[in-house]
């Protein structure tokens, strides 16, 4: 196993820590909500993303949520493109309520607090060389290429004689179903085989 690296710690305080002033993400009012209990109810889980300046990458929201729930101390970590920083809670066991509480808070408060701010990234976009959103899969306004519209199902089944259609149902709607079909039946054009399993 290659020799460890000696790993650099340091303690600070939270506004310690510089926001984004080109923040990609503007957030949400639900979202900020959501932080805010998350860190009062679980305390803090996974880490945020600094850079050598102490200007956050990515934890903006977190920052301010953390500090808004009554904290103060942060402990930053050095490291490098090789090693990723694991946070371990020794308070925390995954399977219990408060783990997979904070499993899921983890995902939703991401998904909840997203909305991007378009205007910033299409700011850094002219300024930074070589930044390409569109890299990433990143649709920058106006740039969207026009999706073929979809034909009409009408007309997509024009082309055909016949269809055929495989209806699943859950049994307590059988009686209406037998109704309707029975009602089809009466159409000389159109063949029905039923099965049950």
Do not use: C
Request: avoid cysteine; charged fraction near 35%.
């Amino acid at each position: 196993m290659e020799q460890e690296k000696q790993i650099h710690t340091e303690v600070v305080d939270i506004d310690d820590l510089i926001q984004d002033d080109h923040n990609f993400n503007k957030g949400t009012e639900a979202g900020a909500e959501l932080i805010g209990r998350s860190f009062k109810e679980h305390g803090a889980g996974r880490s945020v993303f600094i850079d050598k300046n102490n200007r956050l990458v990515g934890g903006n929201k977190a920052q301010k949520g953390f500090k808004g729930a009554g904290y103060r101390k942060v402990v930053i970590v050095d490291s490098d493109p090789d090693t990723l920083v694991a946070v371990r809670r020794k308070d925390v066991d995954l399977d219990t309520k408060e783990g997979r509480e904070m499993a899921m808070l983890d995902n939703l408060t991401t998904q909840v607090n997203l909305a991007w701010d378009e205007t910033e990234i299409e700011e850094v976009n002219t300024q930074i060389e070589g930044f390409d959103p569109a890299q990433w899969g990143f649709e920058m306004p106006g740039q969207e290429e026009e999706k073929p519209k979809k034909e009409p199902y009408s007309e997509v089944l024009r082309p055909f004689n016949t269809n055929h259609v495989l209806i699943s149902y859950p049994i307590d709607l059988h009686d209406r179903i037998m109704q309707l079909i029975e009602e089809l039946r009466e159409e000389p054009r159109i063949e029905i085989e039923s099965s049950a399993n």
